[in-house]
DNA sequence: CACATTCTGTACCGTTTAGTACACATTGTA
DNA sequence: TACAATGTGTACTAAACGGTACAGAATGTG
């Protein structure tokens, strides 16, 4: 089976970026030839159900790193407080590498909305549960491990908006930080 | 000087529904013909420089609307305790009564993120400064003061991403209410 | 009832959109 | 080198796009 230069994952990564910049509406067919690098033919070639199947791709991927990397060690973390210096180490360098959007977030607004609803509810409920869990055994009652939670997952939502909003990264960075510490403190 | 039944406020009102649902590029001229009830002449009557012109006049009613009833009483508190329970009431209140979206957190998303990036930054920037300076007001360290502001504004646009994603209301309230807690307890 | 002004519906323009068709280039294997 | 599978550029379509033009309806004033 003949393998060309460019492999499926390549071509997600670069959709991602373009998604990240433009947004799913705004991202025409001509702007992602362009922008991906990628003719129409393999981009037709790769997601045959056009658009909707490169978001598609573009989310699942984004969902499988933080799978990876976030939740997971999130799940099966031994000393709790080291797993939420790690969650938020990790987070902070994805998103600075990333333009400072959450694709999934920008997924809860506009037509594609309807579209996506479900992977997103999951993306977020998996962060929520995942950090609700580990706060827990850290010593927190389910509720407050829960709420704590969310209002992190909140927070650094928030952050990403308004880091774009000043444009700048520090106020992104000084978010993170300080759900740390705050997130530290509950635990001790 | 002859009016006839439909004024422009009605106007900018019945458009920011549409952009609140659809985004600003899913909201293509038919669409809003459609759903805000306004044919193209009168539309284009009312916002002789289109859909930008159209999203600016959303806009500026959306920061009138917090600079009258969010900002300024922050800015003008006598208690401060009192001023931040007024904020989260009448925030909670302003985006459960309008599809959970902050209009100005969509423009940071997109091909619109450069066209209204001044305007987006006033508006952040407006309200986090009003809410820094009463919380200074009430004891906190100018850094102190600053930093919990950011946080405050950060996890409620959060908080509105993710009661989208849960397709719910009650998880913005929850934000809503301890967001609140937590500033009452440093002005304490 | 005129009249000027303010609105509004409709037809239209050139451009761009997502998606399709398909010949052809590229590749690993035999 | 022949071959089948995989990947890619180009031309094309119908529909939708934002925006324009403009006749005429609606309105308050004299």
């Known amino acids: 089976m003949p393998r060309t230069l460019l492999e499926r994952p390549d ?89 400072n959007v959450c694709l999934f977030a920008a997924m809860t607004l506009g037509e594609e909305k309807a579209t996506f609803a479900g992977e997103v509810k999951t993306y977020f409920a998996d962060w929520v549960d995942a950090l609700a869990a580990l706060l827990q055994s850290g010593g927190l009652t389910p509720g407050d491990a829960r709420e704590n939670a969310l209002d992190a997952v909140a927070v650094i939502q928030g952050g990403l908006i308004l880091t774009r909003a000043y444009g700048n990264e520090t106020t992104f960075l000084g978010v993170m930080e300080r759900v740390e510490g705050r997130l530290l403190a509950q635990l001790s």
Chains 1, 2 share one sequence.
């Open 11 to 99: 071509a997600v990564r670069a959709l991602a970026g373009v998604f990240r910049r433009r947004g799913f509406e705004g991202s025409s067919l001509s702007v992602i030839q362009q922008e991906a690098g990628i003719g129409r033919g393999s981009l037709y070639h790769f997601f045959p159900d056009g658009k909707t199947d490169m978001a598609r791709a573009v989310l699942d991927q984004v969902k499988d790193w933080f799978e990876d990397e976030v939740f997971a060690p999130l799940r099966s973390a031994a000393d709790a407080a080291e797993a939420v210096s790690a969650m938020t180490k990790a987070v902070a360098n994805y998103f600075i590498s990333r333009e």
